[in-house]
């Protein structure tokens, strides 16, 4: 609570770390010990937040990342074993909490699921004409302490015709032909949006950068690519014959 006002935002923040450890660092660092301990230690703080957003995604996420590289790491199986043993193990030290119980409580989920997810069955009553419907009634407060998620949000605001110009904005990202940091950030930024306001709100800054700069975020293999290159575009021949960079 001293940096986050309430589970899911603390989530948010996770989830976008944790896409960019399985679809950019380990993609390209390989699957280490330290990715492993880290994933574990940072899957537990989601679990321990007590956000079922967090954890529906994050299951989401892990599902995707196994389908796509579980067969392309074929010198890896070992770490794959020790991966699956360390998650069991520590989902058996998390059931023994009470952020076990209260995420297994079906009373609590359906009460945190009817608070986020009833935007999508009220939204009709909001925006009951045709007009309002197909462009929205523009960037109007809501009233009553009413909670919105992102697309029934954009509805509100844009109409279904703003939600489709909105979506399609990202489409680029998606149209590179393989999964990469930046569509798996889509992906994981979409999965969080259908029960959070992220899509409309400040939090959207923690995926959007990664996003746009997408698979240059190998920060030390691009420098040192840059770097060889400058070097093989700057050697100049000398009039004493020696080679100046």
Known sequence: MSFFEEPSHFAIYILGYITILLFSKMKHEGVTKKNIVEFCFLSIGITLSTSILGVVVL???????????????????????????????AAILVSKTSAFKYISNLSIVTKQGGGRFMGYSIIKDLNADMFAELFGRGMVGLGNGTFLASYPLLIYYFGYFGLILFILAFVPYFIKGRLNISNALLICLFGISLGSEILL???????????????????SKNKKNLKNCLCNELKIQTCDGKIWE
């Open 59 to 89: 299951g989401a996420m892990v599902t995707i990342w196994f389908a796509t590289y579980l067969f392309t790491y074929k010198k890896s199986v070992a770490k794959f074993l020790f991966f699956i043993c360390l998650f069991v193990v």
């Open 201 to 219: 709100g400040r939090f959207i800054l923690v995926f959007l950068p990664f996003i746009i700069k997408g698979e240059s975020g190998n920060i």
